[in-house]
């Protein structure tokens, strides 16, 4: 299970990894913020927010935490 778990999570965050490479390329974030650090962050906050806390992630809050990963 923890082999499923794993593979299905790298297969979300690299999904994610060339989306923040493009913003870092297109100067619409920190030139050095790291793409994939970043996608795990920003993941991680996500997953902690849904499986951690009593309140999941409101749209609104998702602008602000894209800006606080990447500037």
Do not use: F, K
């Not at 490479?21 to 927010?49: F, I, N, Q, T």
């Not at 951690?52 to 990963?69: N, Y």
């Amino acid at each position: 299970l923890r082999r499923l778990q794993r593979r299905c999570s790298d297969r979300r965050r690299s999904a994610l990894v060339p989306t923040v490479a493009a913003a870092v390329a297109a100067g619409e974030a920190r030139r050095d913020v790291d793409p994939e650090l970043a996608a795990v962050a920003l993941a991680g906050a996500v997953m902690y927010r849904r499986l951690m806390t009593a309140r999941p992630l409101r749209d609104d809050e998702v602008q602000p935490l894209v800006a606080t990963v990447l500037g």
